[in-house]
T-cell receptor
């Protein structure tokens, strides 16, 4: 079975400052990795994904994430946040053998302050 | 990108009534769809996998007789909450996988907020 841990439940950050959201996973097999963002009362929007290849993945809205196999991590970063980045962020993994079902982390709430 | 819609976006019903939520893949076909439940300030909990043309697969602890799932076509899955009670109030989200070259990527609907009075 897979598990995902998001180490920070809340991250307050000032506008234009950088932010990093931490995600660690556990799996006995290779996984695919995803970051999703959820704005209030909305569904989830895909930010980026790692399937294979380059470990640095660039996504939408200026976000990027780096896959580190040895540390089983997939941390999400943005060099300069905007007020509009205030949202809940979910890290997730899927395994082909498990029918590509997603296993989610607990989520990290990002609050961008002016 | 692939688009998934849900209807209704919110619904309020009386205790004891049934509520149907629709999930549609608008620009792609999906033989499988997933239904999630999300409580306030919590992560998504997978309820069941909807399979076109066959029975849904429910996660452990989810009552199949209470949460009826029908995958009527390659673009439509429905979740019916039967005899709803206040504890069923939640945010229900569906997703559908679209093939993206190496694996399926899940695309999510906007969610349906159910309030049972």
């Amino acid at each position: 079975a897979q598990s995902v841990t998001q180490l920070d439940s809340q991250v307050p950050v000032f506008e234009e400052a950088p932010v990093e959201l931490r995600c660690n996973y556990s799996s006995s097999v290779s996984v695919y990795l995803f970051w999703y963002v959820q704005y209030p009362n909305q569904g989830l929007q895909l930010l980026l994904k790692y399937l294979s290849g380059s470990t640095l993945v660039k996504g939408i809205n200026g976000f990027e994430a780096e896959f580190n196999k040895s540390q089983t991590s997939f941390h999400l970063r943005k060099p300069s946040v905007h007020i509009s980045d205030t949202a809940e962020y979910f890290c997730a993994v899927s395994v082909k053998a498990a029918g590509n079902k997603l296993t989610f982390g607990g989520g990290t709430r990002v609050l961008v302050k002016p | 990108g692939a688009v998934v819609s849900q209807h209704p976006s919110w619904v309020i019903c009386k205790s004891g009534t049934s509520v149907k939520i629709e999930c549609r893949s608008l620009d792609f076909q999906a033989t499988t769809m997933f239904w999630y439940r999300q409580f306030p300030k919590q992560s998504l909990m997978l309820m069941a996998t909807s399979n076109e043309g066959s029975k849904a697969t429910y996660e452990q602890g989810v009552e199949k007789d209470k949460f009826l799932i029908n995958h009527a076509s390659l673009t439509l899955s429905t979740l019916t909450v039967t005899s709803a009670h206040p504890e069923d109030s939640s945010f229900y989200i569906c997703s559908a996988p679209a093939w993206t070259g190496a694996t399926d990527t899940q695309y999510f609907g906007p969610g349906t907020r159910l309030t049972v009075l």
